[in-house]
């Protein structure tokens, strides 16, 4: 197969870059169009939350299972699959009649969003090689946190000028735009033999599923004891201990005998349906890959999934002022993107990690000290 152009590879990079984008901006900009969608549709505090806090759990809890299909069947045809689910729900999200839908859809934006993540990484290491597979990564991050602080500027817009409803409406031509620019310009993506652990996956799902579930939901219906009650199908829990703290629990459990599982499989000699080389975590530079990347996902979308909320409801502001007043971690992200490519001559990688994580405690610590009721934007 004829390697492809310079010229096609960063048209593909903007098509895959696209796609990470609108995945991120649904993730922040619904914190925006929350109290448009409550008095349009007329929800319960609770369905609320579920609105808010349904696709993430989702996100999170299938990401391990896709990347490992994207293995099998390749990662261009997963990526383009879950670019069709996600423009799809978001049809279904844009012209939910109800609260209950617009949750299902969001569920279900989510396995769309979960097709996408892992498999544009892979798309971009298949494709980029050298310096330019440096380069396409500053883009994908950037884009990450561009799109992070963009969300709620974008959702606020449309929330105050046309309707929360174009929040998702805007995700289908996007997505077409995207999966066009996927199969003009990115190779098909190789594959490998295997078979998929389903103990393994269902492990993984249980496993992260229920611990975004307690982590989000904390707050809600506390720690250790029911301070509120759980309303699912018609059910209610209300007493006793809290839902978050068996869900944690049970998330705990299921991740030991993910990891066990792994490590039995691996020694068995049955890589083919390894659904994650867990030895991985031995080699140090991963290791703290992994745990770098997890102080900066809870610093950056912490702050943008908290702000607009605490700005609209605690100062008062519309959502249009509380999506501008985001717009500065937007303009710091690009210009540490378009930075970093010329520092990379002269600052080694992880000298510029050090930097940007630097960055990123200074910048929380300063929104820490100076948030209050009373603070301008």
């Not at 949750?103 to 989510?110: D, N, V, Y």
């Amino acid at each position: 197969m004829r390697e492809p152009s310079a010229t096609r590879r960063w048209l593909g990079l903007i098509a895959i870059a696209l796609g990470v984008a609108l995945i991120v901006v649904d993730t922040t900009i619904v914190n925006v169009i929350v109290p448009s969608v409550i008095e349009d549709l007329d929800a319960t505090s609770v369905q609320a939350q579920w609105i808010q806090e349904s696709y993430a759990i989702v996100f999170a809890a299938l990401l391990l299972l896709t990347g490992r299909l994207a293995d099998i069947f390749g990662a261009r045809r997963i990526f383009l699959s879950g670019v069709v689910v996600f423009g799809a729900t978001s049809v279904l999200a844009g012209l939910a009649p109800d609260s209950g839908l617009l949750i299902l859809a969001r569920f279900l934006q989510g396995a769309g969003a979960a097709m996408l993540l892992p498999t544009s990484l892979s798309l971009l290491k298949a494709t980029f090689t050298g310096k330019a597979r440096g380069q396409a990564f500053a883009v994908w991050g950037s884009t990450i946190g561009a799109a992070a602080a963009l969300g709620p500027l974008l959702g606020g817009w449309l929330a105050e000028h046309v309707s929360w409803r174009w929040a998702f409406g805007i995700n289908v031509p996007l997505s077409v735009l995207v999966g066009a620019g996927v199969l003009l310009y990115m190779s098909p993506s190789p594959r490998t033999r295997g078979r998929i652990d389903v103990p393994g996956a269902l492990l993984s799902v249980a496993a992260l599923g229920l611990l975004a579930f307690g982590l989000v939901e904390g707050r809600t219906y506390g720690w250790i004891t029911t301070v509120h009650p759980l309303e699912v199908l018609g059910l209610t829990w209300s007493g006793g201990p809290s839902p978050v703290l068996v869900a944690l629990v049970l998330s705990a459990v299921s991740l030991f005998a993910f990891v066990r599982r792994q490590i039995v499989l691996g020694r068995a000699g049955v890589p083919d349906r390894v659904l994650m080389d867990v030895s991985l975590f031995s080699i140090a530079s991963f290791r703290s890959g992994n745990i770098a990347t997890l102080i900066i996902g809870i610093g950056e979308f912490g702050v943008v999934a908290i702000l607009p909320l605490w700005l609209q409801f605690t100062l008062g502001y519309s959502a249009l002022q509380a999506g501008l007043a985001l717009v500065p971690v937007a303009i710091g992200s690009f210009v540490a993107s378009g930075a970093s490519f010329g520092m990379a001559a002269k600052v080694a990688p992880l000298g510029q990690l050090r930097v940007g994580l630097a960055l990123e405690v200074v910048g929380l610590a300063g929104i820490g000290l100076i948030a209050a009721p009373d603070s301008s934007w």
